[in-house]
């Protein structure tokens, strides 16, 4: 589960232009750049409870112990980034991390049923929906402080 990003969307309309002024070790230390501060954004987001990128809170769970992705903390150490001369990745290679990002039905693949506890008694069912819960993206916070760093980079590395 990864998503990647677009420097024009960023808002930058020459990005392509200015990054193809850079030296392909440049591009990728910008880029580099970036995805750890995705990651961070990303981590924080997970760590407190949401929102999502797009502003809407996350739908409540029953146990409310913990922020809602991070009842083991495994999400939020699973992100991280892929960076090279001309691209950026951010994501998680868990194999759940899909149905929280998108939501779903989770349904016994071999068994009968799915069988877990649940504040503290036991549920049997045949399907349990997730609701979505994105936790990849750019809010617009993340995006005013994506460009700033963006272009300071290009504004250090340009002249």
Do not use: C
Request: charged letters at 20%.
């Amino acid at each position: 589960m990864s998503f990647t990003i677009n420097l024009t969307k960023l808002g930058f309309t020459d990005a392509d232009t200015a990054l193809g002024r850079l030296n392909p070790l440049q591009g990728e230390k910008l880029l580099t750049g970036l995805g750890r501060l995705i990651r961070e954004q990303t981590v924080e987001r997970i760590l407190g409870g949401g929102p999502s990128p797009g502003g809407a809170g996350w739908r409540d769970t029953i146990e409310m112990r913990n922020p809602i992705l991070n009842r083991s903390g495994a999400l939020a150490r699973s992100i991280d980034y892929r960076a090279s001369a001309d691209s950026l990745m951010v994501g998680s290679s868990l194999t759940y991390a899909a149905i929280h990002q998108f939501g779903g039905e989770i349904r016994p693949k071999t068994a009968s049923a799915l069988v877990f506890m649940l504040g503290g008694r036991l549920v049997v069912t045949q399907k349990v929906t997730m609701p979505a819960r994105p936790y990849l993206g750019l809010s617009a916070e993340n995006r005013a402080e994506a460009s700033r760093s963006v272009v300071a980079y290009l504004r250090r590395m340009l002249g």
